[in-house]
């Protein structure tokens, strides 16, 4: 069993930055892509950036693309979203994921099988 447990989340102005953390349980966590998502009050959870196993390949959602970075520290079993010039429109509770492969190429929540609790991030006007 895979246990994911975000933290760094709170309350910023807009500009503001915040770096989420999100630390694995288990000696598996090298061998799959990792994921961050996002759902707003009312919305629906939504693709936020993806790193492969070795974290030589990233990707963005348009929304946040130039603004945020993911990143991981194998070592640590942690994978982090560094989220600079934030906006009101970032507040949402955050989510990691584990994707289903080393690669992790889907931007869909039926490509990961493993589910942090969330971290609420909210940006102020």
């Known amino acids: 069993q895979v246990q994911l447990v975000e933290s760094g989340g709170g309350l910023v102005q807009a500009g503001a930055s915040l770096r989420l953390a999100c630390v694995a349980s288990?000696?598996?966590?090298?061998?799959?892509?990792m994921a961050w998502f996002r759902q707003a009050p009312g919305k629906e959870r939504e693709f936020v950036a993806r790193?492969?196993?070795?974290?030589?390949?990233?990707y963005y959602s348009d929304s946040v693309k130039g603004r945020f970075t993911i990143s991981r520290d194998n070592a640590k079993n942690t994978v982090y979203l560094q989220m600079n010039s934030l906006k009101p429109e970032d507040t949402a509770v955050y989510y990691c994921?584990?994707?289903?492969?080393?690669?992790?190429?889907?931007?869909?929540?039926?490509?990961?099988?493993?589910w942090g609790q969330g971290t609420q991030v909210t940006v102020s006007s």
């Open positions: 288990g000696r598996t966590f090298s061998s799959y892509a």
């Open positions: 790193i492969n196993w070795s974290g030589s390949s990233t």
């Open positions: 994921a584990r994707a289903l492969t080393k690669w992790g190429t889907s931007v869909a929540s039926r490509g990961y099988d493993y």
